[in-house]
């Protein structure tokens, strides 16, 4: 049983590139969450999936698109990578009593 | 909007010594808190929850407390040890509105556990 497995695990971008981070969660889970994290700042949502089919936007959704290709696997693009998205993006599922279960993270660094 | 923060940015304990964390919120309609502990390199791990028909819930070697009338939920963790270091979350929800399963962190604590 893996969990929520997001690949790649470290990235460098140019400014203006594109690329997709994936996650996958083995949990038959209905919700899925990306979230970057920046120091001093916690967890930020970006865009979530309530369930399968469906995709709604977070607190901080500028410069992400993201797609439910089904309910394992929930994707989230950069289509114009900026200096400001260097982070560090997890990917987490949920059940319906709201227990998360985390990623390992996705670092990126866009220069 | 609404938010929830963290009182104490830093905490250092002795092993076996008890730590407290703090952490303040200010949706006054959450009803679902949970804490969550990440270490270095690593995604947050869930370590336990409550919800706010409670007051105090206990795991092993860890309590939540929460404190509704001051909008307030703590973590403590018994006879502390080094590998308890690391970097602790709150997190509230509000089940009733549409925001199901989003979740709203704090800033988060470093505790660091000096044996």
């Known amino acids: 049983n893996a969990g929520v497995t997001q690949t790649p695990k470290f990235q460098v971008l140019k400014t203006g590139q594109s690329m997709t981070l994936q996650c996958a969660q083995d949990?038959?889970?209905?919700?899925m969450y990306w979230y970057r994290q920046d120091p001093g700042m916690g967890l930020r949502l970006i865009y979530y999936?309530?369930?399968?089919?469906?995709?709604d936007k977070g607190e901080v959704p500028n410069g992400y698109n993201v797609s439910r290709l089904n309910k394992r696997e929930f994707s989230l693009r950069l289509e114009s990578a900026a200096p400001s998205q260097t982070s560090v993006y997890f990917c987490?599922?949920?059940?319906?009593?709201?227990?998360?279960?985390f990623g390992s993270g996705t670092r990126l660094t866009v220069v | 909007g609404e938010s929830v923060g963290l009182h104490l940015p830093t905490l250092s304990v002795q092993e076996g010594d008890n730590s407290i964390i703090n952490c303040a919120y200010s949706?006054?309609?959450?009803?679902?808190f949970i804490w969550y502990k990440q270490e270095s390199g690593k995604g947050p791990q869930f370590i336990i929850d409550?919800?706010?028909?409670?007051d105090k819930r206990q795991g092993q070697r860890v309590t939540v407390l929460l404190n509704k009338t001051v909008k307030h939920l703590s973590l403590q963790i018994a006879a502390t040890q080094p590998g308890d270091s690391a970097v602790y979350f709150c997190?509230?929800?509000?089940?009733?509105?549409?925001?199901?399963?989003?979740?709203?962190f704090g800033q988060g604590t470093i505790l660091t556990v000096h044996p």
């Open positions: 949706n006054s309609a959450s009803d679902y």
């Open positions: 999936s309530a369930s399968e089919g469906t995709t």
């Open positions: 949990m038959n889970h209905n919700s």
């Open positions: 987490a599922s949920s059940d319906q009593d709201y227990g998360y279960t």
């Open positions: 997190a509230e929800n509000h089940a009733g509105g549409t925001s199901y399963g989003k979740l709203t």
């Open positions: 409550i919800r706010s028909n409670m």
